[in-house]
């Protein structure tokens, strides 16, 4: 066991809050694994298979084309319309004093969903069938990365404020890309803050497989 | 019921990105990399307390100015005027617009001020090494890293505004140096929770 090769424990898993190593046991469909020590959830039963998540994936990448393309709302001040879609919103910050703002703010809400989007496509799409996409470990490591960045459901709420706020003095109405946000908030919280642990195992069952199927 | 193990018992480590548990083997200092997924692998995040008082203390200073600063300059038919977040909160309760106000204090008070307490409460229980409420300090901890994001709500809401409202001579909205302040707050303290780990909560259990 010394030397270059460190044994691995795959039927094992540790509470990443605590520490505290438990026996893996197979969970039935909505099933969470606790830690006993923390409460922290440790792994839960996935009902999706890739063929379903993959399906989940596109559905998302649709609605942030929409939620990009379409405004998401429209205002009308005496005879005068305007409207504003993500992108807008973002880039009307980059204006004045505080313009450095509008670099975490279009990450956040359009550069992250984008990447959780595009990255799970290309895992998904190999994943389903087998196989280890190109860049698979990378693409991974940036999927934990970029969660806790990605903020469509802020955004939403955001949207909904701002709605609410100048409906006092002006005419407000809801643009397609509001309906797209809200359909892209639901669908990236399905697909993109799950465990995805699985997928390791998945793909690394037959790691020569690859070959054979294409 | 007995306490399950714990990885350093076990002599054992596990890769935070892939969840893989290795041999955590004496030769290695534990600063190794996961064969499985290449993440650096850490018995505990390094210097992970002094780097979140670090972030914490950089966030809580820049709440100040955050606060005083205005955020938005808004402009009505000729008279224009600086709002800074709580005085935008005052509006919507004296406009009638309860449940707005509220929504805006909590992501803009409540939230971060709450992070600034748990997250200085936690780091100066582990220093002390305390055995102290443990599973509540972990849950609180959770809570943290779930609510954390939220107060980014203010920021977005004057980027949609101003994306928004102009009609140059007639009304104009831009934002203003406070924002920039409050979303640096957002992000130093969403790194602060990061860099905390929370496997010290239970290391000070072994001693």
């Known amino acids: 066991m010394s030397g270059g090769e460190l044994k691995t424990f795959p039927e094992w898993v540790v509470c990443e809050h605590c520490d505290s190593v438990y026996q893996r046991v197979a969970l039935a469909n909505g099933q969470v694994a606790r830690c006993e020590r923390c409460f922290a959830p440790l792994y839960r039963a996935s009902s999706l298979d890739a063929e379903r998540w993959l ?21 009308s001040l005496q005879g005068l319309h305007n409207e504003a879609t993500l992108w807008q919103s973002a880039a009307a910050l980059a204006h004045g004093p505080a313009a450095l703002i509008a670099v975490p703010t279009a990450l956040s809400i359009i550069v992250v969903p984008f990447l959780q989007i595009a990255l799970l496509g290309w895992i ?16 991974m490591r940036m999927l934990v990365v970029l969660r806790p960045w990605s903020m469509v459901e802020v955004c939403m709420l955001g949207i909904l404020v701002a709605i609410i706020k100048l409906s006092s003095f002006l005419e407000v109405v809801p643009g397609p890309g509001i309906w797209a ?27 020569t497989h690859s070959e054979s199927r294409t | 019921m007995s306490a399950p193990p714990r990885a350093a018992q076990l002599h054992v480590i596990a890769c935070h990105t892939c969840g893989m548990v290795l041999e955590d083997a004496p030769g290695h200092p534990g600063h190794g990399r996961c064969p499985r997924c290449g993440t650096t692998l850490h018995r505990r995040r390094p210097n992970s307390i002094a780097r979140a008082w670090a972030l914490l203390i950089a966030g809580m200073l820049f709440y100040i100015p955050a606060n005083l600063l205005p955020v938005m300059y808004t402009n009505m038919l000729g008279s224009g005027s600086d709002n800074t977040i709580l005085q935008g909160v005052v509006e919507f309760w004296h406009g009638g617009s309860y449940g707005i106000a509220l929504v805006i204090f909590i992501a803009s008070v409540v939230v971060p001020c709450s992070k600034f307490l748990i997250l200085g409460m936690l780091l100066m229980t582990v220093q002390r090494r305390s055995t102290w409420a443990m599973r509540e300090r972990a849950r609180l901890y959770r809570l943290v890293e ?54 010290l909560i239970w290391d000070s259990e072994d001693t």
């Not at chain 2, 928004?164 to 140096?177: A, G, H, N, Y």
């Open chain 1, 181 to 207: 946000t809200a359909v892209l908030m639901v669908l990236i919280t399905i697909i993109a803050n799950r465990d995805v642990h699985w997928l390791w195992d998945m793909v690394e069952a037959r790691p």
């Open chain 2, 146 to 199: 779930i609510i954390g994001y939220w107060s980014m709500l203010d920021v977005l809401v004057v980027a949609i505004v101003a994306a928004l409202v102009k009609f140059q001579s007639l009304s104009d909205i831009e934002p203003r140096t406070g924002i920039l302040f409050f979303g640096m707050v957002v992000i130093l303290t969403m790194l602060a929770a990061m860099q905390f780990d929370p496997r």
């Open chain 1, 124 to 139: 998904l799409v190999f994943a389903r069938r087998k196989r280890r996409a190109p860049g698979f470990a990378t693409a």
């Open chain 1, 55 to 75: 399906a989940l994936t596109v559905a998302a990448a649709i609605m942030f084309v929409i939620a990009n393309l379409c405004p998401l709302v429209r205002i």
